[in-house]
């Protein structure tokens, strides 16, 4: 994602297909995780199928998936944290 935003001359760092690796994988990882992992990983994906066509050109886009992102990382990094 932040390849295709903010370096998109970088193609080969920029390919959707890639990105869509990275979301499925979040997703399916979130399976065996707790129900708010899940539902955090299904919004990213949503988020993701809506807005990865405009990251370029549409900065709305980029801003609802960074923060679909920044959501993710945060309730993972809480539940890390309360494993201990």
């Known amino acids: ?3 295709r935003r903010y370096d998109p001359e970088l193609v080969i760092n920029g390919n959707a297909r ?6 499925l994988t979040i997703k399916d990882l979130s399976k065996v ?5 899940e539902s ?8 993701w199928s809506e807005n990865w066509q ?3 050109s549409n900065n709305a886009a980029a801003e609802n998936l960074l923060a679909e ?5 945060d309730k ?7 494993l201990n």
């Open 33 to 37: 995780l707790p129900k708010q992992m």
């Open 40 to 47: 955090s990983a299904d919004a990213l994906h949503l988020a």
């Open 69 to 73: 992102l920044d959501m993710m990382r």
């Open 18 to 23: 890639t990105g869509w690796v990275y979301i």
């Open 1 to 3: 994602m932040f390849h």
């Open 76 to 82: 993972t990094i809480t539940f890390l944290t309360d």
């Open 54 to 56: 405009n990251l370029q």
